[in-house]
């Protein structure tokens, strides 16, 4: 939401890109908007406080940021003096499979960074970290407190995630998974013209539904469809983005190849069977 003090950038998404250009020429593109915003602020006399985005943006429809979108972004906010802010509630933890957290992808150390949801694998229990100057800061007086805070309950089942996590090498098997199910959507992309996009990394996936591939128009009204049938099918998965129209597809950290291949089984199936 867009107020005095909140400013709202872009989603900064490949596909539907305002140029034509490299995946960098487009991230450029984005992050001047943020350089542009900035400078409008100095211009007011005001400057950033802090930037705060979702490392890969779910609920916009499952966007891969482009790579240098958030290095370049960061550094505008930090030259203003402000702080960066990562929300790893629904991607961190190794979901992206190469590394435990989704910024590491793009090469940049946030100042903050949210977590929550698999941190405590169905234990409600969230979690923040920041630099070691940002919390010194708080030494000074000011007192900080919270009621559940520290909750040693909580603390055993986000450490039982962290060590089942290394123990059972479930990085790599996001990754694994996650290839081949990315690999087995672009066959079905090839196959079934409805199929805009498809984009993934690790057990972070979604499917782009769209009336025309040149148009790129969006099929919200398909994509519910075609999440409906493969619930009839016994595969939950919903959709997202502002037109729901893209399917989002998260599997549990545990996802094993004969889950894979029922899910790719699930969604040719959904997909023929509303196009009959």
């Known amino acids: 939401m867009t107020s005095p003090f909140t400013h709202e950038l872009r989603i900064p998404e490949v596909y539907r890109a305002p140029i034509e250009g490299t995946p960098e020429d487009i991230a450029r593109n984005y992050a001047n908007e943020a350089g542009s915003l900035i400078s409008g602020l100095a211009s007011e006399g005001h400057t950033p406080a802090a930037f705060i985005a979702k490392t890969i943006p779910s609920v916009a429809g499952q966007i891969f940021l482009p790579p240098g979108y958030l290095k370049e972004v960061y550094a505008h906010v930090r030259r203003a003096g402000g702080v960066v802010i990562a929300d790893e509630v629904q991607v961190g933890f190794g979901r992206v499979g190469s590394s435990m957290w989704a910024f590491e992808e793009h090469g940049v150390v946030p100042d903050i ?14 979690a923040v970290a920041v630099r070691r100057e940002i919390a010194e800061a ?10 559940s805070g520290g909750n040693p309950v909580s603390c055993a089942a986000g450490l039982a995630v962290l060590e089942t996590l290394e123990q059972e090498n479930l990085l790599a098997n996001a990754s694994e998974q996650g290839a081949y199910l990315l690999e087995g959507m672009r ?42 049938r493969a619930k009839e099918l016994g595969v939950l998965m919903g959709t997202d983005g502002p037109y729901e129209n893209v399917i989002k597809l998260r599997p549990s950290m545990i996802f094993k190849r004969e889950h894979a291949d029922l899910l790719l089984q699930v969604l040719d199936r959904s997909m023929a069977d509303i196009l009959q």
Do not use: C, W
């Open 113 to 126: 960074v949210t977590m929550g949801k698999p941190i405590g694998n169905g234990h409600p229990l969230a």
């Open 138 to 147: 708080f030494v000074n007086g000011m007192e900080y407190f919270n009621t």
């Open 187 to 228: 066959d079905f992309q090839a196959k079934y013209p409805a199929i805009g996009d498809v984009r993934g990394r690790g057990l972070f996936l979604g499917i782009e539904i769209v009336r025309d591939r040149s148009t790129k128009e969006h099929a919200g009204d398909f994509a519910s469809k075609f999440s409906n």
